[in-house]
């Protein structure tokens, strides 16, 4: 399987800020790899897919990037609607789905 | 709008069983591939199964190969999850989530609301 490392696990930041979370891959996944934010009694939302496209009607200030098995979201200027839980996924193996470890995302 | 509405939820005791639906509208159902996702308290997000749109195929994680079991009806827009021996570790809340395409290697673009899974005795 592969496994999928994010970092931190939990992040304190401010109205303003600029936040980068981190996903790494056990092997190579080109880039099928998507980003979903998460609220507390929602289902997640889909952020961005293949690494760096920005689904419909997601603001602009969440961007993704790769260099490797590295991924990143970053997210300009956090916003207080962005208080939440982010999860990356890979894609590339068929046979398997599997999730980074989630990134919270607090108040300062 | 694309919808999808989990139900089935409950207390079960260890080793019974529990039948999950998911209504599904705003899209052609039998395009997509799809998948039950949860979440333990306290937890990330886990991937359980899956089951394609084209030829109805599925895949399991390991956790629960043997148990529980993925279906979908075409002609009812609905998707299934019979889960048998429970066990306390499957306490969570089980998503509903669709693919963005009928065959695996797919990310999620819509999901369900979530329903909870207790299993206590």
């Known amino acids: 399987d592969i496994q999928m490392t994010q970092s931190p696990s939990t992040l304190s930041a401010s109205v303003g800020d600029r936040v980068t979370i981190t996903c790494r891959a056990s092997?190579?996944?080109?880039?099928?790899l998507a980003w979903y934010q998460h609220k507390p009694g929602k289902g997640p939302k889909l952020l961005i897919y293949?690494?760096?496209s920005l689904e419909r009607g997601v603001p602009s200030r969440f961007s993704g990037s790769e260099s490797g098995t590295e991924f990143t979201l970053t997210i300009n200027s956090l916003q207080p609607d962005d208080f939440a839980t982010y999860y990356c996924?890979?894609?590339?193996?068929?046979?398997?789905?599997?999730f980074g470890g989630g990134t919270r995302v607090d108040i300062k | 709008d694309v919808q999808l509405v989990e139900s089935g939820g409950g207390l079960v005791q260890p080793g019974g069983s529990l039948r999950l639906s998911c209504a599904a509208s705003?899209?052609?159902?039998?395009?997509?591939?799809l998948s039950w996702v949860r979440q333990a308290p306290g937890k990330g997000l886990e991937w359980v199964l899956g089951?394609?749109?084209?030829?109805?195929?599925?895949n399991y994680a390991d956790s629960v190969k043997g148990r529980f079991t993925i279906s979908r009806d075409n002609s009812k827009n609905t998707l299934y999850l019979q889960m048998n021996s429970l066990r306390v570790e499957d306490t969570a809340v089980y998503y509903c989530?669709?693919?963005?395409?009928?065959?695996?290697?797919?990310?999620?673009?819509?999901w369900g609301q979530g329903t909870l899974v207790t299993v206590s005795s």
């Open positions: 089951i394609s749109g084209s030829d109805g195929s599925t």
């Open positions: 092997q190579s996944i080109g880039p099928w």
């Open positions: 996924q890979q894609y590339y193996h068929i046979w398997g789905l599997t």
């Open positions: 705003g899209f052609t159902f039998s395009n997509y591939a």
């Open positions: 293949r690494a760096s």
């Open positions: 989530a669709k693919g963005h395409q009928s065959t695996y290697g797919y990310y999620f673009d819509y």
